[in-house]
């Protein structure tokens, strides 16, 4: 049996969803052969829905829910040339049902689907209470239906699990509450830059306690992280926090992170209108 992936958001640490503004960041490869038995991970998407996938909204989706559905339809036609449809929960058959990986999108009480799938697959429910106000949850697991078929359920505050769906490729731990403690270290427009922009490099403020010592500069270094220790600024009066200037490939971001002596990730680049 394979293992799920479970991923609570908490939206108060990503920044606002706006139209049009939603892009996903390349994932890294990963093949589900031999699916059966191969664990699996949030960043199983988008490879493994590329192709026989069908996405499912409620008879009575919101307006966001269907924009989400149409957001996650153009990114993976983008990604394979192969759009998946899209179906209501009452224009769905037995056939789609087994022959598809499915795309979950909505609530219980928006799509109908979520409360068959509660019934035959170990999938976390979703409630008035559960995951709370401002939240969501993100969810692989095999297809109650074929075996050889994925789920992806997206539910509860789509527009914030999809503001986060970007990031999926990075995350090879076994989250089971979100967000990580990585992302509360870092500065909503460091992701934001890093998912809507799809910069390949961040420059960021890195906060230490103390300036960084010879081995963990050269662990930095191993990540990809270039420091500019001639910009060292200590901490001084109530700032408990010294800070250096670095630049970064995106994709160590959450790596950088749970580094315990990393205290803060703020941008350094800022974009400013002159009226």
């Given amino acids: 049996m394979m293992n799920k992936k479970i991923l609570i958001i908490v939206g108060v640490i990503l920044v606002c969803f706006v139209a049009g503004s939603f892009l996903l960041l390349e994932q890294l490869p990963a093949q589900l052969q031999a699916q059966s038995t191969k664990e699996l991970k949030l960043s ?12 499912v909204v409620g008879d009575n989706a919101s307006e966001i829910e269907l924009q989400a559905a149409n957001e996650i339809a153009d990114y993976l036609e983008n990604k394979s040339g192969n759009k998946p449809l899209i179906k209501k929960y009452s224009e769905i058959t037995e ?8 795309i979950v999108v909505g609530t219980p009480e928006t799509n109908s689907l979520l409360e068959e799938v509660y019934v035959v697959a170990d999938a976390m429910r979703v409630t008035g209470e559960f995951p709370g106000e401002g939240k ?3 969810e692989i697991l ?3 239906w ?3 078929k994925l789920l992806l359920l997206v539910e509860g505050n789509t527009a914030v699990v999809l503001k986060f769906l970007g990031l999926v490729e990075y995350i ?18 460091v992701i934001d830059y890093a998912i809507k922009k799809k910069l390949p490099t961040l420059k960021v ?3 230490f306690e103390e300036k960084p010592n010879a081995t963990q500069v050269k662990e930095l270094e191993d990540l990809g992280v270039k420091l500019d220790l001639d910009y060292w600024t200590p901490p001084v009066g109530s700032y408990p926090y010294g800070f250096l200037p670095a630049e970064l490939p995106a994709s160590v971001l959450p790596k950088l992170a749970e580094l315990d002596y990393i205290k803060r990730i703020n941008s350094a680049m800022r974009e400013y209108t002159i009226h």
């Fill in 44 to 55: 199983d998407f988008p490879e493994a829905f590329m192709e026989s996938t069908l996405i």
């Fill in 95 to 102: 056939e789609d049902r087994r022959n598809y990986n499915l």
């Fill in 136 to 138: 969501g949850v993100l």
């Fill in 142 to 144: 095999p297809s109650p």
């Fill in 146 to 148: 074929n075996e050889e």
């Fill in 172 to 189: 090879d731990k076994r989250y089971e509450i979100m967000p990580p403690e990585w992302s509360k270290k870092v500065e909503s427009l």
């Fill in 205 to 207: 403020y890195l906060y």
